[in-house]
Every structure is written in structure tokens, then in C-alpha cells.
């Protein structure tokens, strides 16, 4: 598992690309919907880009709108593997 | 406007006449007007080795491949790392013969529109998403995939992303898909459908299923394997076939009254486009040749252009066995026993990019009319005795090029033609 300095970076770039806008606009958004606009296509982009790129399997989809909620379903995935 | 038999029931002066302004250009020879004109020019292929897919299982493995491409350059981040690549060269296209109108912004979106051709479409792509759904399993497709997968994608992407809000068309009719698109656009303009029409072609049909079903119909070279830049001979007696390409290209197509007030400048008219059926194989057409005449003729009438006034004419040329003898015959049926304009393959050096090559070869032939010249059919030293006429072979020649055919013929059994005119300094 990469680290927690570069996972937030990775998804920082993921979450900017995928909305088309500045990193600094992800890294002070409150609300991923409310504040940058994402859409239920973009959370889905970015949960199988996270499946894809990183290896992980959601047992459940997320709910995804903050930044610390996707860290924390990743940290989840990665306690039930360690277990 | 026409009767029933094609014929020109409203005198053409009545009609606005559909002016080219722009070129936007993706091919195995260039990305961009200038790069493919020099490489028209000098006569330089674009046939190299097969690298896209893994040639080993193929007779043939050679192919015209787009290999400066950087889809970054041209689109977001995120459409250059998603979207099928025959997106990525129509968006690449789009925006390219816009810069080259000199449009920054369109005066009206809704009275613009973006007719594209495709055959293959996004084929490659839902094949691609195919295999990985039975590979990897259900998880792995692509949540885009259904906003990528059909062939729609590849005009609206290019609406999408240069705010075109007008008709949006992807027109899928075989080899003449883009003959038809251009026609089409033609004819919004001149029936006062839209002010401005981006109309062209899109193809990126080097995936293992579309190239394993032309190898296997045993319509692609197979002896060139080690001399790729030999290996599409148009009207050779040594011809194999076709050697598949990938590109695209885009024409900006204006009315009078659009161009004159934005001071834009003409660089040729699309002057007749015709397109009949022989309704009869699902693969080449019927030997007499009578609907593919037709379709000469009617974009000739269209035009009102006698067969005479012809100067050039850019071959649909394929180098398979079947078409170059046919269409030598039907050229020379259209045009007269007495009349002998250049007539060129392209395809032998970007090679044949299915449903996007009448685009090219539109382009090409805007570019000839342009820069006066007319551009080589490659590896044409021993033409096959059916094939007798001017062929331009080998090298381009410096000619004015005032009024130039441009012949389409497809699977299905589809003929369409061009008629491309030299503008009159902006009429």
C-alpha cells in the first residue's frame, strides 16, 4: 500500500483530471459534488480508475464526496486484506 | 434542388454555394495542413511496419499508422486518456481546421454542424472493452463505455468539446462514409440549413478483429512485409491490395454570406457530391460500373461541370485487384476516350483509411487546388494493362488544378463522388 502522502497526491491528480480543474481547487473543496460539480459519471470514473490503478476491489460502491471519505473506504479495503 | 432523376430542378446560382475555409488533418503522412501537403508534395509514404497490434498473426504487416500523435496536445487530460483514439483524432481534426479558418468563435453555435464519417467507428474500442470483460471479468468494463462505444461518440465529442450546437452526425456508409458527409455538409449549406459545417472522416481501424477479417479476405499485401513503403501499388500490374490506415481529417465548410462577412478566405468550393447504390453485393461493386457512373455524374450535373473541365482527379485507387481496373473504366466511360486529367491514388501514401478516406483525399485535393500541384500515385513503375490512363506515377507534378473529381467506392456496394472547384478569389 502506498503511503498515506502519496496516496492523497495520487488522488489529488486522479480527482483534477477527471474534473478538469486546478489540484488546489480538489485539495480545498469541502463537498466533491457541491463545490467542484462531480457528477455520479465522474465518482464512477474515479472509483474504477482507484480499482485499476491501485488493485482495489470495493466490496461495496462508495459514496464519494470528500477527499478523507475515499482515503478512508481505501484504509477500510486495506484493513479487511491485512485480516 | 433536384427531381426525381437528379436533376437540377433549381438553377444552381439560386443555391448558396459551400466554400472550404479550413483543413484539420491526422494521417499516417502528417498531423496538421502543412506537414501533409509537404509530405503530399515529395511524394513520402506513411507505410511502415505493423506495431499497433501484434503482427505475428497476420499474412500481411504492414500498415499506414499515425505516429506523432499526442493526444494531449489537443484535448483535456482526462478525454486524451479515455476516449477511443478515432475520437481523439476527429477531436484533433476538428479543432486543427478550425485554427486553420481562423475561427476563434463561432458567431452562431446553433447554426453550426459536424458531419463525420466513420466505418469502423468505435468498433476498435468496444472490442477492446470486450475482451476485457472476458478476460478480467465485469468489474473491469470501463463505467464510459457506453458514452464511448457507438459511433455517435465521434461527432458529438467533437460538439462537445468545440461547442457545436448545431446538427451533429456521425454517418456511417463504408469507404463512403466521408464522401457522404462532405456531401451532406455541402448540401446544409446550400439549402440554408447551417451557416458553418465541419464535415470529414474518422478511422483508427488497427485492432485484431478488423485487421484479422481484411487479412483473412485476403484483400492486404502480403509479400512487402519487409519493404512496407512498397507495399500499396495502385494500378501496378505487381498491386496486392490495400494496406490499412488510421487518421482523420476535417474540412470547414462556409456560405457565401458567412465567409464575406468574417473575411475569411475560400480556398475551394464543394461544387457536387452524387452517391448511388448498386444495391447489390455486400462487397465490391457490379462490373458494368452503371451506378458508380451514375454517381460521377450526378456530382458532375450538381456541379454544373462538364467531364471536360475536370483537371484532376483523385482515385479511390485502392490497389486491390478488383477496384483499379474497374475504376479506370468507369473513369474512362464518364470522362471521354479524348480527355486525360491526372488521376492519383493517395492511398499509396497514407493507405486506406475505410470510412475516413474520401477525407483525406478531399484534403488532399483542396491541397492540390491550393498549391498547384498534383500529387503521385507511389510504386507505379509496371501499371497493369487495364490501366491506362495518367496515373502521375512516382513523382508530383506542378500543374493548376481548377476543378477536381474525387471518387469514393464502398462496401455495400456504395459509389459517391466529389467535385472540388478552385474558389474565384472568394467568388
Not at chain 1, 482495489?56 to 485480516?83: C, K, N, Q
Not at chain 2, 451506378?291 to 482527379?313: N, S
Request: aromatic share 6%; net charge negative.
Amino acid at each position: 500500500m502506498v503511503g498515506s502522502d502519496d496516496l492523497r497526491r495520487f488522488l489529488v491528480r486522479l480527482i483534477a483530471i477527471e474534473l478538469a480543474i486546478a489540484e488546489e481547487k480538489v485539495l480545498a473543496a469541502r463537498s466533491l459534488r457541491e463545490d467542484l460539480g462531480m457528477d455520479s459519471i465522474h465518482a464512477a470514473n474515479i472509483l474504477f480508475a482507484l480499482e485499476d490503478e491501485l488493485g482495489i476491489e470495493f466490496l461495496e460502491i462508495p459514496r464519494v464526496d470528500t477527499l478523507a471519505g475515499i482515503e478512508s473506504a481505501i484504509r477500510e479495503w486495506a484493513a479487511t486484506r491485512s485480516t | 434542388l433536384y427531381d426525381d432523376d437528379g436533376v437540377v430542378v433549381l438553377a444552381s446560382d439560386a443555391m448558396r454555394r459551400a466554400w472550404v475555409t479550413g483543413i484539420g488533418c491526422v494521417t499516417p503522412i502528417g498531423t496538421g495542413v502543412e506537414a501533409f501537403t509537404e509530405s503530399l508534395r515529395k511524394g513520402r509514404p506513411g507505410i511502415g511496419p505493423l506495431t499497433l497490434i501484434d503482427p505475428r498473426p497476420y499474412a500481411c504487416r504492414v500498415a499506414a499508422e499515425v505516429r506523432d500523435f499526442v493526444p494531449e496536445d489537443h484535448m483535456p487530460l482526462r478525454e486524451a486518456r479515455s476516449s477511443p483514439r478515432v475520437v481523439q483524432f476527429a477531436v484533433a481534426a476538428a479543432r486543427m481546421a478550425r485554427q486553420h479558418a481562423g475561427i476563434s468563435r463561432w458567431r452562431d453555435p446553433s447554426r453550426v454542424a459536424i458531419l463525420l464519417g466513420s466505418s469502423i467507428g468505435s468498433l476498435t474500442y468496444s472490442g477492446a472493452q470486450l475482451a476485457i470483460f472476458l478476460e478480467r471479468g465485469i468489474r473491469k468494463v470501463h463505467p464510459s463505455f457506453p458514452a464511448f462505444g457507438h459511433s455517435g461518440v465521434i461527432a458529438s465529442e467533437c460538439a462537445i468539446q468545440l461547442g457545436i450546437r448545431g446538427q451533429v452526425l456521425t454517418i456511417s456508409s463504408a469507404c463512403t462514409s466521408s464522401a457522404d458527409a462532405i456531401g451532406w455538409g455541402r448540401d446544409l449549406i446550400a439549402g440554408g440549413i447551417a451557416d458553418v459545417v465541419l464535415c470529414g472522416g474518422a478511422e483508427a481501424p488497427l485492432s485484431p478483429i478488423v485487421f484479422a477479417s481484411f487479412d483473412r479476405l485476403g484483400m492486404m499485401p502480403s509479400s512487402f512485409n519487409d519493404s512496407p513503403e512498397a507495399a500499396c501499388r495502385p494500378f501496378a500490374a505487381d498491386r496486392e491490395g490495400m494496406v490499412m490506415g488510421e487518421g482523420a481529417a476535417v474540412l470547414i465548410l462556409e456560405s457565401d454570406d458567412h465567409v464575406r462577412e468574417r473575411g475569411g478566405r475560400p480556398l475551394a468550393e464543394v461544387a457536387g457530391h452524387g452517391a448511388t447504390c448498386d444495391a447489390d453485393s455486400h462487397f465490391t461493386q457490379k462490373q458494368d460500373g452503371e451506378d458508380a457512373m451514375l454517381a460521377i455524374r450526378l456530382a458532375l450535373e450538381r456541379a454544373g461541370v462538364a467531364a471536360e473541365q475536370i483537371d484532376y482527379v483523385n482515385a479511390h485507387g485502392t490497389a486491390t485487384p478488383q477496384n483499379d481496373p474497374f475504376e479506370t473504366r468507369v473513369l474512362r466511360a464518364v470522362l471521354g476516350p479524348a480527355h486525360r486529367p491526372f488521376v492519383s491514388s493517395t492511398k499509396s501514401m497514407v493507405g486506406h483509411l475505410l470510412g475516413a478516406c474520401s477525407a483525406i483525399e478531399a484534403a488532399a485535393t483542396v491541397v492540390a487546388i491550393q498549391g498547384a500541384f498534383v500529387p503521385p500515385t507511389l510504386n507505379l513503375h509496371h501499371p497493369d494493362p487495364e490501366c491506362d490512363l495518367d496515373y502521375v506515377p512516382n513523382e508530383a507534378r506542378s500543374h493548376s488544378v481548377e476543378v477536381a473529381l474525387s471518387t469514393s467506392f464502398g462496401f455495400g456496394s456504395r459509389n459517391a463522388a466529389l467535385v472540388l472547384r478552385r474558389g474565384d478569389d472568394g467568388r
